[in-house]
T-cell receptor, first 113, second 111 residues
């Protein structure tokens, strides 16, 4: 069972470059999330999609955009990468919101130089 | 605002019990979760407790919830090397879609 699949696993960008992180889930979940994980800070929510066709800002949305392409896929775009966006990014999905179990992808380690 | 706090590290001897603590601020929390993150991997749900419960036991895991003090703990009995990981506490607060996460406690097992 694939669960939540993220690509790529690793990426190095130069300041100002753009990229899109891809995420797909095969569990027919309604809700999907993008988090960043920084040392000593836990997980911070960047954007979420409560259901297909909707997206909302989380705690730290600046510098990011998202697209809920269909029920399975939720992508995160960095339009102009900055060193402050160096982090590990996790995509997650849940059946319906915060009161249901979240399933996480393996993470993308992004370095912006 | 809402906040969840945990110690960053806990070191225990193999075979001893580990107790990881968490405090939260949102009294309206419905579910409180413990997630486990092994090195290089995503997070996986370990266990959870509903806010109207005081205790939940699942094999080697015991979760205690003190709603008055807004304190949550995870006890791992007979800690093994495979328990080495980062343990995150999270609460489902006011928002239906946003979990509030602690910084994670790294559990270090000494032989």
């Amino acid at each position: 069972n694939a669960g939540v699949t993220q690509t790529p696993k690793f990426q190095v960008l130069k300041t100002g470059q753009s990229m899109t992180l891809q995420c797909a889930q095969d569990m027919n979940h309604n809700s999907m999330y993008w988090y960043r994980q920084d040392p000593g800070m836990g997980l911070r929510l960047i954007y979420y999609s409560a259901s297909e066709g909707t997206t909302d800002k989380g705690e730290v949305p600046n510098g990011y955009n998202v697209s809920r392409l269909n029920k399975r896929e939720f992508s995160l775009r960095l339009e102009s990468a900055a060193p402050s966006q160096t982090s590990v990014y996790f995509c997650a999905s849940s059946e319906l919101g915060a009161n249901t179990e979240a399933f996480f992808g393996q993470g993308t380690r992004l370095t912006v130089v | 605002g809402e906040d969840v706090e945990q110690s960053l590290f806990l070191s225990v001897r193999e075979g001893d019990s580990s107790v990881i603590n968490c405090t939260y601020t949102d009294s309206s929390s419905t579910y409180l979760y413990w997630y486990k993150q092994e090195p290089g991997a995503g997070l996986q749900l370990l266990t959870y407790i509903f806010s109207n419960m005081d205790m939940k036991q699942d094999q080697r895991l015991t979760v205690l919830l003190n709603k008055k003090d807004k304190h949550l703990s995870l006890r791992i009995a007979d800690t093994q090397t495979g328990d080495s990981a980062i343990y995150f506490c999270a609460e489902a607060g006011d928002s239906n879609y946003q979990l509030i996460w602690g910084a994670g406690t790294k559990l270090i097992i000494k032989p």
